[in-house]
């Protein structure tokens, strides 16, 4: 074989060789290529609704509010809790980005993306006759009177219910977590699933 014919098979090995190298790079590439984030929602105003259910006209607002969104500022409570004894609250949320103009409704985002949300509470223990305990921060289990479910028949808490007792609670504490869990949100999740959109403790007065 004459050496023009040595040097354009070597030539043919060389370029073989750098076009594996090529696809080995480009396979690395896409490995390195991060998975997309599951941001949290931009929350600027929480409002906590508590409707006496014998009376729609007896209503109890509680809010939050964070005028920067995801700036330094967290959100703030603006409001005590002050429920009557004896009787049962509906409690439902206003849940607003109002850095948009105007407002966005994060509420009716939340509800649309059921199956990726829960809200988990922690309370005076004994503050409430129904749900007993404390909440179920410490074991998600524990008595929540839920009555909302995703697809999936797992608790939301964009709406639930409340008992106060015959006895009053002085500067109690009620507590609301919103957890956001886009595909790991299961009947077993626990308020440290997922990522947390609010986290609200507002002082309860049963009275």
Not at 14 to 43: Q, Y
Not at 78 to 85: A, G
Not at 129 to 140: C, I, K, L, R
Not at 160 to 175: H, I, L
Request: a negative charge; aromatic letters at 8%; hydrophobic letters at 35%.
């Amino acid at each position: 074989m004459n050496t023009f014919f040595k040097l354009r098979n070597y030539a043919l090995i060389a370029l073989m060789a750098s076009s594996v190298v090529l696809t080995s790079c480009g396979d690395d590439d896409d490995d390195d290529v991060p998975e997309p984030v599951n941001e949290v929602e931009v929350i600027t105003d929480v409002k906590l609704i508590f409707t006496n259910s014998n009376d729609a006209s007896d209503v109890v607002e509680a809010r939050a509010q964070d005028p920067d969104g995801q700036g330094v500022q967290e959100l703030a409570i603006l409001d005590t809790i002050n429920l009557d004894t004896s009787k049962t609250y509906i409690l439902t949320y206003e849940i607003f980005n109002n850095l948009e103009t105007p407002g966005e409704d994060i509420g009716a985002e939340i509800l649309a993306e059921d199956d990726e949300h829960q809200i988990f509470f922690s309370f005076t223990d004994g503050a409430f006759s129904s749900p007993t305990g404390n909440g179920n921060f410490d074991n998600a289990a524990d008595p929540i009177n839920y009555n909302d479910l995703d697809d999936n028949n797992i608790e939301v808490g964009l709406n639930t219910t409340w008992t106060t007792p015959s006895t009053m609670t002085a500067n109690g504490s009620f507590r609301a977590r919103l957890q956001h869990q886009p595909g790991v949100k299961t009947a077993t999740s626990t308020v440290n699933t997922g990522d947390t959109d609010f986290d609200l403790e507002f002082v309860i007065n049963i009275q």
